[in-house]
């Protein structure tokens, strides 16, 4: 099956400074990628969806300029936390649609564990 | 808003027992997929059904998907501790282009117990 990489996979960060997350296709191009966030034994959450070249649609809830999104390849997407506070501490999922499959074909990363201090 | 009902949202059953997750939306979803996950990983996608009525078959994982492409369950046959883990439905609606967006149901933390 397709690979898909998130780095790091775990990070520790002092409340108040910002943290990127990287989330990489590894055989495939991917025009769309997907950022989610996940609490402890809860499912995924959605927070944006990411558009190579374009900018990231955000769902309800979500604020875009905490939760920065760049999609600026087709291999590449990272999230940038800004200024960060113990409560933005979870697991950050990322995933990457393959394009052109009648199904779905969304990918996903190993995930990050972010713990804010 | 598309909501995913899964139930049970926890099941601690012994070895050997069989058990059904089930999914259910009042919403129509152009497919559905069944995820594992594990403490610590991503989701890793275990089935895609996309056609109503739709059964599939892994190992002694059993799917299927509502004629009317709106509920879909898993069945697990002869559990085992290995089966452990958190299981995750999800339903495909089109995000615009040929893109999907996916929206997950709870989750059913599934613990089998030698």
């Known amino acids: 099956g397709a690979v898909v990489s998130q780095h790091p996979s775990r990070v520790i960060c002092k409340s108040g400074t910002s943290v990127k997350i990287e989330c990489r296709s590894l055989d495939f191009q991917a025009t769309t990628m997907f950022w989610y966030r996940q609490f402890p034994k809860k499912s995924l959450m959605l927070m944006a969806t990411s558009n190579e070249g374009s900018k990231a649609t955000y769902e309800q809830g979500v604020e875009k300029d905490k939760f920065l999104i760049n999609h600026a390849s087709l291999t590449l997407s990272t999230l940038t936390v800004t200024s960060a506070h113990p409560e933005d501490s979870s697991f950050y999922i990322c995933?990457?649609?393959?394009?052109?499959?009648?199904?779905?074909?969304?990918?996903f990363g190993p995930g990050t564990r972010l713990t804010v201090t | 808003t598309q909501l995913l009902e899964q139930s049970p949202q926890f099941l601690s059953i012994q070895e050997g027992e069989n058990l059904t997750v089930y999914c259910n939306s009042s919403s129509v979803f152009s497919s559905l997929q069944w995820y594992r996950q594990e403490p610590g990983e991503g989701p890793v996608l275990l089935v895609t059904?996309?056609?109503?009525?739709e059964v599939k078959k892994l190992k002694r994982l059993t799917f299927q998907f509502g004629d009317a492409r709106k509920d879909s369950s898993l069945h697990i046959t002869a559990a085992q501790p290995g089966d452990t883990g958190l299981y995750l439905c999800?339903?495909?609606?089109?995000?615009?282009?040929?893109?999907?967006?996916?929206?997950f149901g709870k989750g059913t933390l599934l613990t089998v117990n030698p």
């Open positions: 059904v996309v056609t109503g009525g």
């Open positions: 999800a339903g495909a609606s089109k995000s615009g282009g040929s893109n999907y967006k996916l929206t």
């Open positions: 995933s990457a649609s393959r394009p052109g499959l009648a199904a779905p074909g969304q990918y």
